[in-house]
Structures are given as C-alpha cells and as structure tokens.
C-alpha cells in the first residue's frame, strides 16, 4: 500500500497561502527559487503534500526511546512549481491550537526530505504495509527523520534525513524502536557532557 498522508488543515494550508502572499507583496524571498519563483511571470508554486511536524526534546528522549513525549509542532508543505518541488512553507501551532505561518526553507531539508520518501516507498516493508508520513526532529541532537507511523499499530518505521550523525545513515530504513535508542544514548552523552561542564565551571 503507497504511504499515507494525513489530509491537511484547512487553517493550516490558507495560512501558508496567505504568508507566501503577504512576502511576495513585500519582494521578501531572498533565497533563489523562491525569488524567482514570485516573480510577476512565474506560475506561483503550488502547496502539495504537508507532513504533520513532531519534535522531541532532549531530556525526553534520554529518559525514555519513545515518541510518547513528542510534540505535534505544525506542518511542512511542500511547494511546488512546474512539477518541480523548490521549497518548504511550515506552519507552527500556537497554544491556542491557532495554526501559524513561519517561514519557508529551501535549505538541504526539502532535498533529503524526498529522498527519503522515495527511499521508503521502494522498501518492501513499506510497500506491504499501512504507513502514515510525518517529520520527527530532534533539535538538540541535529536529527531529522522521515517517521513512519504504522497505521494498525504493529511497528513504526525511520528514515534519517541527510545530514544526519553517525551511526544513523540517510535515506536508509530502520526501524524506530532501533532510532531511539540510538537516539537516547546520543541525548544521554549530551546531557552527562552539559554537568561536566558545571562541575568544571563550579
């Protein structure tokens, strides 16, 4: 079965529309393909596909190798134009549930975020499955990672987003249980690295 993606929030999706309007009336993309891609010309790029965004703090993850404590954050869309995807637009959700624009990236991100979709779909896991797309980030450890949620709730499955830290290889399949506790090790040499540094500093 093809990957599965959670339809998007109306409020969501008119909040990127209107943030990518309100910057191209001020002439505020300086990145290249955006830049152009607003020009009076252009065919304006299109929002396709939206993953949902988790995020996963550092103390959370050293404590436990789950995504109990991850956060639904907002979206990122995909924008594309004339069949070629050129940017990301996220949204964040505030704390009244409000869905927000934030900015748009056109940073390595978009790139390995199709790469390891597309890494996915070829897998025969993935294929013979029910799997949900979503980002996870893990802002303190730099890792990025496509999350594939097992819609029948047997076992998730990661790809790492490039760049990723060693011994996590991009667009490679794992499964999810193994990322976290690789993951909760690496927060846990962090963390212990932070009271080093105290203890010295004290």
Avoid: C
């Amino acid at each position: 079965m093809p990957i599965v993606y959670r339809n998007k929030p109306a409020e969501a999706t008119e909040a990127v529309r209107t943030g990518l309007e309100l910057m191209a009336s001020k002439s505020a993309f300086k990145t290249p393909r955006l830049h152009s891609a607003f020009t009076e010309k252009a065919v304006t790029p299109l929002t396709e596909q939206a993953l949902p965004v988790y995020n996963l703090g550092l103390s959370d993850i050293a404590a436990s190798p789950t995504t109990k404590a991850s956060i639904h954050t907002g979206w990122r869309y995909t924008l594309k134009q004339n069949d070629e995807i050129i940017a990301h637009a996220e949204t964040v959700i505030d704390p009244n549930s409000r869905h927000l624009f934030a900015g748009t990236n056109e940073g390595p991100l978009v790139e390995g975020t199709e790469k390891a979709i597309k890494a996915a779909e070829e897998q025969s896991e993935i294929k013979k499955g029910n799997f949900e797309a979503r980002l996870l980030f893990v802002p303190a450890l730099h890792v990025t990672a496509l999350w594939l949620a097992d819609k029948e709730r047997k076992a998730d499955f990661a790809v790492p987003i490039k760049p990723v830290p060693s011994p996590l290889i991009p667009n490679k399949l794992i499964p999810l249980e193994d990322l976290l506790v690789i993951l909760q090790e690496k927060a846990r040499s962090v963390i212990e690295s932070y009271r080093d540094e105290e203890t010295l500093v004290g």
